[in-house]
């Protein structure tokens, strides 16, 4: 039976994706006006974020208003409570982006610091995390979804390997210590991104399967 | 613990309840819900025995509270409705009796006369179920001047003042205001402490709120049952999904 309530669940899901798209474009902003040197495209990472932020007001005022009006259940309480909690992990990716397009703007200024596609690889794994995670709560795909939360650990190396290799860098030559720390700031904000990514899967496994995947050491050692 | 095994009631020959095996643990609310139809009240009825002034019921299986079962023959069913008491959907006072005398005539039928014990144990039940205060100044007046939530607290009332051990409630929320729905919610969760409280509501909200254990019936089957929390966040049968969140029903 098709209720009025599956309409406005459908309208729900569309705001959240039309949101998680701009974020996905600010993330792919982010790459290119770090590593094309592009200010242009800096300065729509921070356009499109005015929307983002407009758009997560709109999104916690419907769920608010679903969960009061509607008083959901099962399937629908699961997307409308995961939609509350992946809605700032969007938003938060979002101010990442500017973070790194305003740290981008100072850098295009300087010579590159990294000659290799370290810094490359690390935008583009945080960029396919954050799409997948979307796909995945599209297309309702948990193997999707737990791909996506497997993936954090790669990012992690990669952040780690180049964050050692800054800091070597700067040990070695004082006059590239500024132009690090920018660099250091892009990449722990791109880490965030794909932990927030993590994140999203997770919400995207409670929405599929009703089940908590959140910081699995407390359900292995409960007392701890 | 109330508990039922393979319980299966047929009116007519038409099979109504088709082998329901279902617990009803100490100190739970546990609500039972499903569309019109699906054989919760009757369910609940078969709980003390109703069936019995039933023609052409038949009722096959178990019920046992704490462990002994209701439906041996030797069992009185009067006095298995007193271990089990029960209120309906409408509430249903004797009109022609006062407040105070409703209250007791559980007691009164049971042959208790001391006039202090009954005293006693009215103000008791009355306290109980949360009517004292409203009602203390006119015990002798009559239960039509009481409001239908009040009403159905005298009803408690007259169930309590038998002391029982399981309260089953028939949609007791039906026809009642949200002040008068809370405060029978609220009661419901005093007696929870002492007594096995079983409530049939078509209200999901109400079964997510006040129950700590779900069972959802369809036609006659168990679909399936646990602690309220999980039904209403994460059923496991499709089919109870679909009938909690209104997609058929």
Redesign the interface.
Known sequence: MMRHFDNELRDLKLNLLAMAGQVEEQIALTQQCLLERSNAKAERVSQLDKIVDETELKLDQTCIDLLALRAPFASDLRLIASTLKIVPELERAGDHCCNIARRALILNLQPPVLKDDSLKRLAEETHSMMCRAVDAFVNGDGDMARAVILNDDKVDDLYVQIYSELLRGMLADPLCIERSSHLIIVIKNWERIADQATNIAEEVLFILEGINVKHRYLQAHPKA | MLACQNLKIEFDRKPVLKGVTLDFPAQKISAIIGPSGCGKSTLLRAFNRMHDLTPGAKVTGSVTLNGREIYDGAEDPVLIRRRIGMVFQKANPFPTLSIFENTISGLRLSGVGNRALLHEAAEKALVDAALWDEVKDRLKSSPMSLSGGQQQRLCIARALAVDPEVLLMDEPCSALDPIATAKIEELMFRLRERLIVVIVTHN??QA?RASDRTAFLWMGELVEEGETEAI????KKSM??DY?????G
Do not use: D, K, L, N
């Open positions: 999901m909200q997510a209403f966040t994460s059923p109870t999904e909690i969140t209104g997609r058929f």
